[in-house]
């Protein structure tokens, strides 16, 4: 079956750099969720969309955007990067918009900013 | 606000004994789901069971099993005759149902806890 594909899986960017962080859900899946996860910490949401509109926002800096696009792909795009921000970055989808059922995560995207 | 606490921080036990994995959840919403999540060394989030907060059956899965308990809010995970594969960050998550609008809250995680089984 297929599931939720993140890329690229590792990148690496210097201080004050941007990235983009890519996500395709799973097929049909109407929901994205983006999380940040420190070194030894648990999963932090960041920011999720419904049908393409922005649902809920967690702990996004405001140097991070993110939006859906018409296909459900969601991009997540960092600005003026800094060292606290190397993290594994996780992409979930799930079906049902309004309620939370099994949310399934990608493999992540590991960004070291150096 | 929601609040997930795993207040064991590592676990580590010889293989085939059983070993259960704490959680306890803090929320004022009446519909609200429970998850399990295992992260093994490769890092990726594996999902093993959602449970939401009607349905209080306990659940076994081969050799895991949840024990969800309204009355002292915990939604408990035992693995039952442990194995070295086992080992890996588990982590309990809540969420809770918002319906005005569409869309979701994501999910509030626990701290994790760090199971270690010895061979």
């Known amino acids: 079956a297929a599931g939720v594909i993140q890329s690229p899986r590792h990148l690496i960017k210097e201080k004050r750099e941007t990235a983009t962080l890519k996500c395709y859900p799973i097929?049909?899946?109407?929901?994205v969720y983006w999380y940040q996860q420190g070194p030894g910490q648990d999963p932090q949401f960041l920011i999720s969309?419904?049908?393409?509109?922005?649902?809920d926002k967690g702990s996004i800096p405001d140097r991070f955007s993110a939006q859906q696009f018409s296909d459900y792909h969601s991009e997540l795009n960092m600005s003026s990067l800094e060292l606290g921000d190397s993290a594994l970055y996780f992409c979930?989808?799930?079906?049902?918009?309004?309620?939370?059922?099994?949310?399934?995560f990608g493999q992540g995207t590991r960004l070291t900013v150096v | 606000a929601q609040k997930v606490t795993q207040a064991q921080t590592e676990i580590s036990v010889v293989e085939k004994e059983d070993v259960t994995l704490d959680c306890v959840y803090e929320?004022?919403?009446?519909?609200?789901?429970l998850f399990w999540y295992k992260q093994p060394p490769s890092g990726e989030l594996v999902f093993l069971i959602r449970?939401?907060?009607?349905?209080?059956q306990n659940e076994i899965s081969g050799r895991y099993s949840w024990n969800f308990q309204k009355s002292t809010s915990s939604f408990n995970f035992t693995i039952t005759a442990s194995q070295v594969v086992d080992s890996a960050v588990y982590f309990c998550?809540?969420?809770?149902?918002?319906?005005?609008?569409?869309?979701?809250?994501?999910?509030?995680f626990g701290k994790g806890t760090h199971l270690i089984i010895q061979p």
């Open positions: 979930a989808s799930s079906l049902e918009g309004g309620e939370v059922t099994e949310a399934f």
């Open positions: 097929p049909r899946h109407d929901t």
């Open positions: 969309f419904y049908e393409k509109m922005q649902s």
């Open positions: 929320t004022r919403d009446t519909t609200y789901y």
């Open positions: 449970r939401n907060s009607f349905d209080e």
């Open positions: 998550a809540l969420s809770v149902v918002v319906y005005s609008g569409g869309g979701a809250d994501g999910l509030t």
